[in-house]
DNA sequence: CCGCGATGTGGCACGCAGTGTCAAGATCGG
DNA sequence: CCGATCTTGACACTGCGTGCCACATCGCGG
């Protein structure tokens, strides 16, 4: 138990998992984005996948964990992009310039973008939980990195700013995201990211 | 159907739905602080309120709305101390000083706060809901007070200025959250929040 | 070659959330 | 007092998630 492979593979074994679990992921946003998250059934998915109900929950502890599932190597490519902003560089600025990996990755697979971001949107459930887990991630990811950049801090206690700082900048995302969908799919995201972030800290 | 009776009471009527609505969340909010979130059913709620299971859901359309339901008079709180503040005062300030209210209130009522947070805190579900819930009442009631505070916006397209600038608190809010729970009940909530909106957005 | 344990899978049954439906009871207006 | 309206409780049903068990597959040593 415990593998401790992090990156492509390791176990003869364990790449087959991997392969199932990507295989029920692809046929149930399929679903999803077809019927809907509430009227497509475990059941429906696992059949399509070739896979028994009772096994689709051990691949998935929920019908929620499908759609879930993107958001890490999301936040691993934002955290990448941070990890790449010269040293000296405002936190803010980096983090504006991180997100353009969003921006980019959107663009290029706009279709699939744009329909999770719907399938979140009417989704009550879903759309909570996705931004707990992104802010969870994102932070966790994230704050590190933008610690090591900021100046000591004066008084004693723990040192917060690192995490403020991402999670004011995903509160910044997150109305965007909302703006977007709201005002269609010619929306644009980087200038209305530009408009948010600089209302809330305007660059000296 | 819609009465509009919004503040007190109107109808008889109303004023009784209003009482066993009121009596559902007290006992459900026992039970789960007692027994936790999931190990209490909606059965042992209805029980323990003198409803059965069925009316149960003619009050709340689900078990989390018991909890959720409290959100939306916080906001209410929120909102009011931030259209108190001077409108010439820095937008950021001003939330900032609207948050106290939040604190005084934990302050006041130290159990029930800190038992809710932990409630919130251990059920996954229930996490991300609140906080989406959270946002969304937030930034609904408190950015159109902002956005009357604001300079008129240069180009042309939407303005969500107001929006970003509550969702960034907001998210500060969260991460102190968080950090206070980390750090137990003798944590400075109100020093910690100053640290965070402090390094979101220094007070020029 | 044959057991033998370990692991993965499907089937079954269960508990619980949430919804539709319907029959009975309370309430209010006439 | 009586009918219209609203509320309530009871039953049934779908669907998610889980525990349990029997069966199949695979790798190992006897």
Known sequence: MGQGTAAPAGGLRERARRAIRAEIARVGMELFLRKGFEPTTVEEIAAAAGISRRSFFRYFGSKDEVVLAHLDELAATVTEALAARPADEDPWVSLRRAFDAIVAEAEADRAAGF????????????????????KRAWVGAAAPVIAERLPPLAGPGPDIRAEALVAAALG????????????????????????AMAAVRPLG
Do not use: K
């Not at 329909?115 to 992104?134: C, D, I």
């Not at 995302?173 to 530009?194: E, M, Q, R, T, Y």
């Open 172 to 195: 910044c995302v997150a109305i965007v995201a909302d703006a977007c969908l709201a005002g269609g799919p010619d929306a644009d995201f980087a200038a209305l990211l530009d408009q």
């Open 115 to 134: 329909g999770l971001a719907r399938l979140l949107n009417e989704t009550e459930a879903l759309r909570g939980q996705y931004a707990e887990r992104q």
